[in-house]
Each structure stands twice: as structure tokens, then as C-alpha cells.
């Protein structure tokens, strides 16, 4: 009995520690919202280790969905990133562009001018106010690995 008195203590702390991982996110979903990237004034972005970061705005308007991810300290500074984007309307993902001195900046956009000048595509409904944030978006480098992401609640006109 003094045995299982020792062991319980330790498997109880073991498994609090596997929910709370699980809870934060799941390698499964990669965008899926965690506490790291909510933000309620609509310009969210997460530093990672290497400091890069992404600023993201987001706007919803009657029959248009608006979304700019700019990346910022982005090493290498003239790398190729893209950036993927989700929101209820599901993901996208933009073409490549080089940075220039550790910046690059992806658009998104319903609007058919705003296509027309180089915004990636996506739906009218693609943002929709939801628990925590409407948006999160994702700097890929050009081997795809996430180097920055943020989330945001986007502003509804």
C-alpha cells in the first residue's frame, strides 16, 4: 500500500502534464487557436525564438473579407516566405515574395481590384466573428517551416 502512496503522486502530476499539453494546440491542426495567439486588439503576432513576428490585421465588411500578415524581423532578412492564413471560410495560402530587410507583406482579399494587384484570393464570408480569434496567420519560410504566426479578432463594418 505505501508503494501505490508513492507512485500516485507522481502518475498524477505525469498525466495533468500530458492533458495540459494537449490542450495547447495540436501538431495535428497547426493553426488551431491557443492562448499564445489570441489577441483582442485586432494586431497580433507571436515572437518565436529566432524574433521574428507577424503583424496581422483583418477586416470584415458586408460581402468582403480583408486580411494583410506582415512579418517582420525575418531572418534570413532576403529570404522566401509565404504566409497561410485561417479562418471559419477554412485556409489559404499565398505565393512566395523575397523579403526586403527582414519584412514581407502578404495580403488577402475578396475584392476583385485588390486580386487583380497581387492579393491572394479568398472568399467573401472567409471571416466570421468566432470565440477567440477570427483570424490566425502563419509566416512560412521556403522549406514551409513556420517561422512567426498570430491571431486576431478582426474588425467587423
Request: hydrophobic fraction near 40%; aromatic fraction near 4%; proline fraction near 4%.
Amino acid at each position: 500500500m505505501s508503494t501505490i502512496r508513492k507512485i500516485a503522486p507522481a502518475f498524477t502530476l505525469t498525466i495533468a502534464g500530458i492533458l495540459i499539453a494537449c490542450s495547447a494546440g495540436s501538431a495535428n491542426d497547426p493553426l488551431a487557436p491557443d492562448a499564445s495567439t489570441r489577441s483582442a486588439s485586432g494586431g497580433g503576432g507571436v515572437a518565436t525564438a529566432s524574433g521574428a513576428n507577424v503583424r496581422l490585421r483583418c477586416e470584415l465588411r458586408s460581402g468582403r473579407s480583408r486580411i494583410s500578415a506582415d512579418g517582420r524581423d525575418l531572418r534570413p532578412a532576403n529570404g522566401v516566405y509565404s504566409a497561410r492564413v485561417a479562418a471559419a471560410g477554412g485556409s489559404a495560402t499565398s505565393g512566395t515574395q523575397q523579403a526586403a530587410l527582414g519584412e514581407a507583406e502578404f495580403d488577402f482579399d475578396s475584392d476583385r481590384g485588390d486580386i487583380a494587384a497581387g492579393a491572394t484570393a479568398i472568399a467573401p464570408d472567409f471571416i466570421a466573428a468566432r470565440p477567440g480569434p477570427d483570424v490566425i496567420a502563419e509566416i512560412l519560410d521556403a522549406q514551409g517551416a513556420v517561422v512567426a504566426s498570430g491571431g486576431a479578432e478582426c474588425e467587423l463594418r
